[in-house]
């Protein structure tokens, strides 16, 4: 089957890519893209077929994440991978994820809005979504508050690095040395949680077992990094497309405002309409047929998952973004039944769903307990950017403060 006329990883697609993915999804539901040496998918049945399916690895995190990470959970199958997300699971759900998470993330919450609550402006990214889900880890993972900006550097390279589709040099240097970097720091603090453990998550994980054996230093290194960036990333800019989406809708924000419990079913919308991750790759372990054509062994392919989120098939008017449509069910959608495919889905489905909605909800309340009048400062809602993970770089508002 052909490709489109106009492709993803294309300036125009860089600037609005909802009218290419539309067409790829109607018009091309499996094509090879020469750039990317991907075959590509895009419709909701077969995205969901590709997630489940055992022909489709996760090999394509060797290339794409290892050389920062380490290698991580991602690459993982079967007993491994299981034992490795038994590990951390159970802190991210239930009265754990309360325990854990709750008062640290309204205290960075707190802290960070206290800084310029009176000032009736905000760059809501650079001053608040950016920084609220890296604080939260950090704090538990028990890291050390000083060494936050250093965190924040890291994280900041290696954003840059998965996010270099122009292939600056400069820019991947950056990203390969914070692996060095960051094992560096790590290592001796995982020697010293081993020797002197506390209630943190690296003491956790450290001191936890695989089958009566623990997991070796390297190892628990690169599942650090790794949950320092999957932790905090696609949580600030989920956000921060949530605001976008709730600032350009004032009636929905309105009911958001007088009725709280709608925060979450907010952000389970925005997830589906406004993904933060709008494709991710798999591995073709053996010739698998899609629409008739034969993605071969080896093959690299791409799920373009924010086309499967405006499936007609599985949508309503999927474009128009509205907390009110029948067809989101808010609980559900944290979970492995979802009907948007933003975590993912199968057997690598984010681990880190509840903590992300707790965040975000913990977050708004707050921020909207703080501003009323919220606006675009210049009038208009300002451009997202990037190809594989996308949200707005920055966001000036107005407001009128509350107290
Ligand atoms: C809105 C926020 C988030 C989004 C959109 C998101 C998205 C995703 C996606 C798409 C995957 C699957 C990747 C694949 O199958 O190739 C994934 C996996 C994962 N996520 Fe998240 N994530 C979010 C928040 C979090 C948080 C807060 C954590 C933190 C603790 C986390 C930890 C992980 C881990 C550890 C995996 C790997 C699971 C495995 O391999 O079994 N994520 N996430």
Redesign the pocket.
Known sequence: MTGPQIDIMTPEYEADPNPILDDIRENHPIYFHEGLDSWVLSRHDDILEA?RTPAFT?NN?AWQLEPVHGK?????EGKE?RS??AI?TPT?RGDQLRENFESVAVNNAKELIDVWRHDGKVELVSQFTLRL?LSV?IDVLGLDPEDKPKFHVWYNAIHDYFTNTAGDPEVEAAGLRTHDELRDFMMPLIQERKKNPGDDLISKIVHAEIDGERMSDIDIKS?IS??LV??????D???SNMWLRLLENPDQLQAVREDRSLVRTA?AEA?RHT???LM???EASQDVEFHGTKIPAGSTVTLL?AAANRDPRQFAAPETFNIFRDDLETDKEFTAAANH?????????????Y???M??EIATNLLLDAMEDIEFADGNPPQQVGSFVRAPRNMPLTFTPTS
């Open positions: 997630l996760t995190y991580n959970i991602l690459q993982l991978h490795m997300r951390v991210l889900p880890i599942y790794f949950l999957a932790g905090s990333e696609s949580t800019l989920q956000m952000f997830l993904p933060a991750v991710i790759m798999r998952l495919m933003t975590f993912a889905l199968g057997r690598h489905f984010c681990i880190g769903t903590l992300a909605a965040e975000a």
